[in-house]
């Protein structure tokens, strides 16, 4: 007995799909190696602080919210690379309470960056 082929069949993770994530993977992991000068790096955390603000100011509405569910935004939470991360910290003369991977994203609480960022700002100026 000869056995039908479905007529519709979900989407294959080929050879090509997983080619162009492991490519996209390492293109990120190299980009995180490169090293940013502090200016660079205050002006992106900052940008992504600003950001994260726009992000809580959107929750206080009803179409906020939505919209934050919809674009899946997490309020209150700022992701940034291991490789800022990494940098700030030592600006700020912290030690980090676990290994930094710089390849890899960290998700830190918006006031914790805010106050990490000042104290990196004002160790440096």
């Known amino acids: 007995m000869m056995r039908k082929k ?7 993770s080929g050879h090509a799909y997983e080619g162009a994530r492991k490519w996209l993977r390492n293109l990120h992991k190299l980009y995180s190696k490169i ?19 726009q992000i809580m100011d959107r929750e206080d509405k009803f ?26 910290l030592e600006l700020a003369g912290q030690q980090p309470v676990e290994l930094i991977d710089i390849t890899r994203d960290y998700e830190m609480e918006y006031g914790e960056l805010a106050v990490l960022l ?7 100026s």
């Open 35 to 53: 090293p940013i000068s502090d200016k660079e790096l205050f002006v992106a955390i900052n940008n992504r602080l600003i950001l994260a603000e």
């Open 63 to 88: 179409f906020g919210r939505l919209l934050n569910r919809f674009l899946f935004e997490k309020v209150g939470i700022v992701e940034i690379t291991g490789n800022q991360l990494k940098r700030l």
């Open 6 to 12: 479905p007529v519709w069949e979900p989407f294959p």
């Open 118 to 124: 000042e104290a990196a700002y004002l160790k440096v």
